[in-house]
């Protein structure tokens, strides 16, 4: 079955440590997406990625990082600059024609801050 | 920030069809009204797109106003599955990224 992956389901940081959230999708989608949910809140956009080799900040990039070696792939760092990490984390993944957009989520993944 | 208001909640008795507007009064012509749910702890999924004219699916119906200003999502028998925060959103250029607000709350009451 095609769909988005992401791994681990639930992930814990210690104080000052990076982390890396996986997302893997087999859709063939030239687009991929991560965004970050507060309780309450919606989702926040935070790094996209078009193309392979190509990424560009969402609206909240700072204390993140990505890469885009794979069409597969768009892996998350949380990086120890990142001060309020404590989040839910979507990866999604769209087509990227140019006049229609279906973005597909997977599953998300819950970061916890020890 | 978003480009639609919803409103923060709406109960909805189970059986009977939830009505959930959305106002998008600074669409531009180019750009589709989307609609997305989310279900407590998953990611969003999928509901229904249109540009202007009504659409229907397996899921739900999207009525769009003449003008395009807003827009209703009619789920014409809810369950109790369908409790889950529904989402508007209109596309921005090139689809580039989805800006998601906070949505409406629907509580199906058995």
């Known amino acids: 079955d095609g769909g988005i992956t992401q791994s681990p389901k639930y992930l814990f940081r210690k104080e000052g440590q990076n982390v890396t959230l996986s997302c893997e999708q087999n859709?063939?989608?030239?687009?991929m997406y991560w965004y970050r949910q507060d309780p309450g809140q919606g989702l926040r956009l935070i790094y996209y990625?078009?193309?392979?080799?190509?990424?560009q900040k969402g609206d909240i990039a700072e204390g993140y990082s990505v890469s885009r070696e794979k069409k597969e792939s768009f892996p998350l760092t949380v990086t120890s600059a990142q001060k309020n990490p404590t989040a839910f984390y979507l990866c999604?993944?769209?087509?990227?024609?140019?006049?229609?957009?279906?973005?597909?989520f997977g599953p998300g993944t819950r970061l916890l801050v020890l | 920030d978003a480009k639609t208001t919803q409103p923060p909640s709406m109960d909805c008795a189970e059986g009977r069809a939830a009505n959930l507007p959305c106002n998008h009064s600074t669409i531009s012509g180019n750009e589709y009204v989307y609609w997305y749910r989310q279900i407590h702890s998953q990611g969003p999924q999928y509901i229904i797109h249109?540009?202007?004219n009504n659409e229907t699916n397996e899921m739900a119906s999207l009525i769009i106003t003449e003008d395009r200003k807003s827009s209703t999502l009619i789920l014409p028998h809810a369950t109790l599955r369908d409790t889950a925060v529904y989402y508007c959103?209109?596309?921005?250029?090139?689809?580039?990224?989805?800006?998601f607000g906070k949505g409406t709350r629907l509580h199906i009451l058995p």
């Open positions: 990625s078009q193309i392979v080799n190509d990424f």
């Open positions: 249109g540009l202007k």
């Open positions: 999604a993944s769209s087509r990227g024609d140019y006049l229609v957009e279906t973005q597909y």
């Open positions: 859709l063939n989608h030239d687009a």
């Open positions: 959103i209109v596309m921005l250029d090139r689809g580039d990224k989805i800006i």
